[in-house]
């Protein structure tokens, strides 16, 4: 069998044995569970905003991430992230709870494997990608606006 | 009664997600890095702070805020620094994100033990 033909079985191979998932439910709750995350962002940056109104505004949004973060890395630590974002799909993994899910989810996942080479380095599996292309991204525009 | 605004556009960020991991079966890692590009190119654009003015955090909470704050720390430090801005302000903007989901991975991989899957 040649490779063309053997991939092409393996792919419907693979197609079989994904799980079906009736996507309008999903979509649905994502569109919900997503909804509600950035209201609670919201209505954390309100909070604060409100308890200290001298605040400037971007030193109010570094807090509210940074919360928002702790949050979800709680929710993780304790399990309850990965039974959210079972039912809500992108609703759990684009919000920045996502990446903070994204950074404790393998760090907890290989602890078992010594702190440095499974909790340090396994920590960057997901986010390594997000953080490389953001910086490499991100000094193209500050090099773009160099020049114009 | 700007929460509407919040919600409607947050949940639709998030549900553009989902349509592609529907569509497309791409995985978590590869979504996060689109949205951060989006992001990046929103600012550098210089769409994002008008989104941002009526979606607040309907846009900031979701990942492309992560990747708008990246260009707009390197935009800003490349106007006030000159070349070495575009090096430093993407991560300075971020820091304080990166900075707390790696140490409270850290602590919470530390004191909670892993599920084992069923």
């Known amino acids: 069998m040649d490779a063309q033909k053997r991939n092409e079985a393996y792919n419907n191979y693979v197609k079989a044995k994904i799980p079906k998932t009736r996507p309008w439910p999903t979509l649905f709750y994502s569109f919900l569970v997503g909804g509600v995350i950035c209201c609670l962002g919201q209505g954390i940056n309100d909070l604060i905003l409100l308890w200290f109104p001298t605040m400037a505004e971007q030193t109010a949004w570094g807090y509210t991430l940074i919360i928002l973060i702790f949050l979800a890395s709680f929710l993780t630590g304790i399990g309850v992230y990965d039974k959210i974002g079972k039912f809500a799909g992108g609703g759990s993994i684009v919000p920045i709870t996502g ?37 490499v991204a991100s000094v193209i525009v500050g090099i773009i606006y160099l020049f114009i | 009664m700007y929460y509407l605004w919040v919600f409607l556009i947050g949940g639709l960020v998030c549900m553009i997600g989902q349509i592609l991991i529907i569509k497309t079966n791409i995985t978590s890692a590869r979504i996060l890095v689109s949205f951060v590009l989006v992001g990046v190119f929103l600012e550098a654009i210089g769409v994002f702070d008008y989104i941002s003015g009526f979606a607040r955090a309907g846009i900031n909470v979701p990942i492309v805020g992560f990747g708008a704050s990246l260009a707009k720390g390197a935009i800003g430090a490349v106007k006030a620094k000159g070349l070495v801005g575009a090096f430093t302000g993407g991560l300075e903007a971020t820091a304080g994100g990166i900075a707390a989901a790696v140490l409270f991975a850290f602590i919470f991989a530390l004191i909670f033990k892993a599920k084992t899957k069923k």
């Open chain 1, 99 to 135: 990446f903070s899910n994204s950074i404790t989810s393998p760090a907890l996942e290989f602890e078992h494997e010594g702190i440095i080479y499974g909790l340090c380095v396994k920590m960057f599996t997901i986010a390594g990608p997000v953080i490389v292309s953001g910086v």
